[in-house]
């Protein structure tokens, strides 16, 4: 969580990958209703808000005041610009073939797809040893957007596991995986190793704070996005359910009865705010009897990600 598809959809991205105060870079020219090109391709501009509906993602300044919305794949940091499309050394179409890890995720991996619902897969790619050398750098993400595909160069997508974000996680115990390399297969055989308590802090603050800014719209007779509300509980049953087992839920056929109504406008607002509370105090409870560790085990991650590094210096 709409973009017309489960990739672009808002609350299938519940971590923004982008801050407000990012300087970012156009990727499409920006026209007005007639055609008149506005600001062209290649522009510079300042994220000065992250969106709350979609296909709006983030709200972009420009210099001479301007601003309107862009959607992910059509703007970049200009961080990273280099290493996207000038490069001549590791041009972006060739570094998927470095991937790791390859999953199914979105409301396929949920089991909460519909008719509209489309394909939408995630993963890893090891960049090259020799690119961290370069005047260039890496890309922290790339992307097939026609395939809806998503791939994270390794040691970004170990930051955000490590700090619990939903993403990460669901990619590494998705119920679809693949492994395309020694080092996909040492980073899944310690997933749990990203598992702790900062589950619940990362889970329940976005998902609050969600709420909220979600409520705060619909008082101004927004029109309701059931969808986005379902990922949003959808989000606490998965936190509970991690807390409980020490194992992330990704797949919630167990949960059907209670998300798909939600999906389809069945279910009244002032119900679905008492699923809330009450799956938020299911939260509190299972996370002061979880078993899972105050932090995640930095050394292990940081034991497999060293390895990685040294296995790219040698291809």
């Known amino acids: 969580m709409d973009y017309g598809s489960e990739y672009d959809d808002f609350m299938e991205h519940p971590t923004w990958l982008h801050a407000v105060g990012t300087y970012v870079v156009t990727l499409v020219d920006l026209t007005n209703d007639i055609g008149r090109v506005l600001h062209p391709r290649g522009a510079v501009g300042v994220l000065v808000r992250q969106g709350l509906n979609p296909p709006d993602s983030y709200r972009v300044r420009f210099v001479d005041g301007y601003e309107t919305w862009l959607r992910e794949h059509e703007l970049m940091p200009i961080s990273s610009v280099s290493s996207r499309e000038i490069d001549p050394a590791d041009p972006v179409d060739e570094l998927f073939d470095r991937a ?31 690119s961290f050398w370069s005047l260039f750098g890496v890309p922290e993400q790339i992307e097939k957007h026609a395939e809806r595909e998503s791939f994270l160069e390794l040691q970004r997508f170990m930051v955000m596991a490590l700090k619990a974000q939903p993403p990460a996680l669901e990619c590494l115990y998705s119920p679809a995986l693949e492994t395309f390399s020694e080092i996909g297969e040492q980073l899944v055989a310690i997933r749990s190793s990203f598992l702790s308590k900062l589950v619940f ?21 927004r029109e309701i996005p059931w969808k986005r509300l379902m990922h949003l509980v959808r989000l606490l049953f998965s936190g509970v359910a991690t807390l409980k087992s020490s194992e992330v839920l990704v797949d919630m056929t167990d949960y059907l009865d209670d998300l798909m109504p939600i999906r389809h406008g069945e279910v009244g607002l002032d119900e679905i705010d008492r699923l809330r ?21 930095y050394a292990e991650a940081n034991k497999v990600l060293m390895a990685a590094r040294f296995a790219a210096l040698k291809d």
């Open 100 to 130: 790791i890890i390859r999953s199914l995720t979105g409301s396929h991996a949920y089991k909460l797809a519909d008719a509209e619902s489309r394909i939408e897969h995630r993963g890893v790619y090891l960049a090259k040893g020799t």
């Open 277 to 297: 509370l009450e799956l938020q105090r299911a939260f509190r409870y299972e996370f002061e009897r979880t078993k899972l560790p105050d932090r995640p085990n």
């Open 201 to 221: 802090n990362t889970y329940h603050e976005y998902v609050s704070s969600q709420f909220s800014r979600l409520f705060s719209t619909l008082r101004r007779g």
